[in-house]
C-alpha cells in the first residue's frame, strides 16, 4: 500500500501547491462582483454557501466515472495510480479551475461561449451542437445504469422501464427546479454518501489487509494489450479520475451561484483533486481483485459488476447495500445536471430566458424526447448501451481537448503581460490528449477506424504536431483581441 498512500498524499499536496500556483496565475480578484448577484433571477443564478457549492460540484463531476472509469483502469495494472494522481493535479483540475473562473469572469456563461470567444464562431457553433449532443449521451448513460443496479439489485421482478420513467421523471422536475429546491438541498447529503464509500474501503483495507500491488510490481497487467495498449486506451477508460471534459459543462451551473473569485480554489480546483481521491482508492481495490491475489475470477467482469463484488467481499450486507445505494446517486446527480446543462446551452444561444417555467419547458421538452429515443435504443439492441458508452467516453475526453486548447489561447491573451509563458500549463496537457484522442478514434477496433498501432501513432502524431504548429503561428502574431481569427 506504499503507492497507494504516496498517491493519496501527492493529491492532497497537489491541491494545496499547484492549486495555489494555479490560482496565482488566474490573478483572483475579490473584489469582483459575481454572475450570482449581477444576473440574480430566482433560477439559475442566486447565490449559495460555498460548502453546498462545492459539494455540488463534487456530485456534478463524479458519476460513476471516479468509481467504474477506475476499476477499468485497474485492468491496466498499477499505471492506472500515476495517471490518476498526475492527471488529476497537472491536467484535470486545471482544466476544470480555468474553464469554470473563465465562466465565472463571463457573467457565468456556457462552455460553448468560452470556446467560440478565444476560438471563433465556427468552434462557437460546433461545440453548442456537440455538446447538447453530449449532455443528451451523459442523461441516456446515467439513467441505464442506475435503472439497471436498481433493477438487478432491489426489484428483479420488476420491469426495468418502471425505473426508467421514475428517473427519466425526476430528472425532468431537477431540470426545470430552480437549482436551490432540489439539487442544493439533496446533493450535500450525496456527497457525503459518495465520500463515506470511498473511507469504508480505506477501512476495508486496514481491517483486511488485501496486498496492493505496488508501482515496481508492473504497471501494465492488462490481459488483451495486444488489443488494448495502454496508451491511449487506459486514459479513455478512467476518464473522469483525471480529466473530463464534462466537467467543464458543469462548472458554469456553480459560477452562477459563487459569491466570490476566492471560491473558485476549493470549488473547481478542490474537487477535481476529491474526485481523483475517490477514482484513486477504487482503482487499488479493483487492483487487488485484478492481481494474483484475487479470491475470485474477475475476467470480463464489467465496472458496476466489480462494484457489487467489492462489496460483497469486504462489507457487511447493510453496508453493501448502501454502497451500491451511492452508486446510484452517483449516476443519478450526474445525469439531471448534463441535461440541466442543455437546457442552459440552447437557453444561451437562442436568448432565451430561463425564469419563467414556460420557456423551460419549451427547451427540455424536446432534450428529453431525444433522451428517451435513445435510452429506448439503449435498453432493446443487443449491443445499444456498449455503442452509446463507447461514443460518450471519446466525445467526453475530446471536449476536453477543445477546452483545454481555448483555455491555452484565454492565458495566452490574458496574461500575456503579467505571465507570458502561462500558456505551456495548459498547452503540454492540451497537446497530451489531443494525442490521446487521436489515437483512441484511430486505432479503436470498435468506434474508430481500426487501423494498426504504429499507423494511429504515426497519424495521431501529425494531427498533434499541426494543431502544436497552428498555434505556435497564431502565437507570433501577437493577437490583441480575444479571438482565435484575429
Known amino acids: 500500500m506504499i503507492s497507494f498512500c504516496i498517491g493519496i498524499a501527492a493529491l492532497i499536496l497537489g491541491y494545496f501547491i499547484y492549486g495555489k500556483f494555479i490560482e496565482k496565475i488566474f490573478v483572483v480578484d475579490p473584489n469582483r462582483t459575481t454572475p450570482a448577484y449581477t444576473k440574480q433571477d430566482g433560477v439559475d443564478y442566486m447565490p449559495l454557501k460555498p460548502w453546498r457549492i462545492f459539494l455540488i460540484q463534487f456530485l456534478n463531476i463524479a458519476g460513476v466515472g471516479p468509481i467504474c472509469g477506475a476499476i477499468m483502469g485497474a485492468k491496466f495494472g498499477t499505471a492506472s495510480y500515476l495517471w490518476i494522481v498526475l492527471g488529476s493535479i497537472f491536467a484535470g483540475a486545471v482544466h476544470d479551475y480555468l474553464s469554470g473562473m473563465m465562466s465565472l469572469r463571463d457573467d457565468g456563461c456556457s462552455l460553448p461561449e468560452i470556446h467560440g470567444k478565444y476560438m471563433g464562431t465556427f468552434v462557437r457553433q460546433l461545440m453548442r ?49 430552480p437549482i436551490d429546491k432540489i439539487i442544493g438541498k439533496i446533493y450535500p447529503v450525496f456527497g457525503f454518501l459518495l465520500f463515506g464509500m470511498a473511507l469504508a474501503i480505506v477501512a ?148 432565451i430566458e430561463q425564469k419563467s417555467i414556460s420557456k423551460r419547458l419549451i427547451i427540455a421538452v424536446p432534450l428529453f424526447l431525444v433522451t428517451g429515443t435513445l435510452l429506448v435504443f439503449s435498453l432493446t439492441h443487443k449491443e445499444g448501451f456498449e455503442i452509446i458508452w463507447r461514443y460518450f467516453g471519446w466525445a467526453n475526453q475530446l471536449l476536453s481537448v477543445f477546452t483545454l486548447w481555448s483555455i491555452t489561447f484565454y492565458l495566452a491573451i490574458e496574461n500575456k503581460k503579467k505571465y507570458p509563458y502561462s500558456y505551456l500549463l495548459t498547452l503540454i496537457p492540451a497537446l497530451f490528449m489531443t494525442m490521446v484522442c487521436s489515437t483512441f478514434i484511430i486505432m479503436s477496433t470498435n468506434t474508430g477506424l481500426q487501423l494498426s498501432a504504429q499507423w494511429s501513432y504515426l497519424m495521431a502524431g501529425i494531427v498533434t504536431l499541426f494543431c502544436l504548429m497552428a498555434f505556435i503561428s497564431w502565437l507570433r502574431r501577437a493577437p490583441n483581441s480575444t479571438s482565435l481569427r484575429s
Not at 443496479?149 to 426495468?160: A, E, S, V, Y
Not at 459560477?255 to 483533486?273: H, L
Request: with cysteine; hydrophobic share 50%.
Open 129 to 177: 451542437a456537440f455538446m447538447i449532443f453530449l449532455m443528451i449521451l451523459v442523461g441516456v448513460v446515467f439513467v441505464n445504469t442506475p435503472a439497471t443496479l436498481l433493477n438487478t439489485h432491489f426489484t428483479p421482478n420488476w420491469n426495468i422501464y418502471i425505473w426508467v420513467v421514475i428517473i427519466l421523471s425526476y430528472y425532468l422536475i431537477a431540470t426545470l427546479m
Open 204 to 351: 476495508a483495507f486496514i481491517y483486511h489487509r488485501p496486498h496492493i500491488p505496488e508501482l515496481w510490481e508492473g504497471l501494465n497487467n492488462h490481459a488483451y494489450t495486444s488489443t488494448n495498449p495502454i496508451f491511449p486506451m487506459m486514459f479513455i477508460s478512467i476518464a473522469c479520475g483525471a480529466i473530463s471534459g464534462f466537467h467543464a459543462t458543469q462548472s458554469p451551473l456553480m459560477a452562477r451561484c459563487m459569491t466570490n473569485e476566492k471560491q473558485g480554489r476549493p470549488i473547481f480546483y478542490g474537487a477535481m483533486i476529491s474526485e481523483g481521491i475517490v477514482a484513486l482508492i477504487w482503482a487499488a481495490a479493483a487492483s487487488y481483485f485484478f492481481g494474483p491475489d484475487s479470491p475470485v475470477q474477475t475476467a470480463g467482469l464489467s465496472g458496476p459488476a466489480m462494484v457489487g463484488l467489492i462489496a460483497n467481499t469486504w462489507f457487511t450486507p447493510v453496508i453493501c447495500v448502501i454502497t451500491i445505494l451511492g452508486v446510484i446517486s452517483a449516476s443519478v446527480t450526474s445525469g439531471d445536471t448534463a441535461l440541466r446543462s442543455a437546457r442552459l446551452i440552447v437557453a444561451d444561444f437562442l436568448h
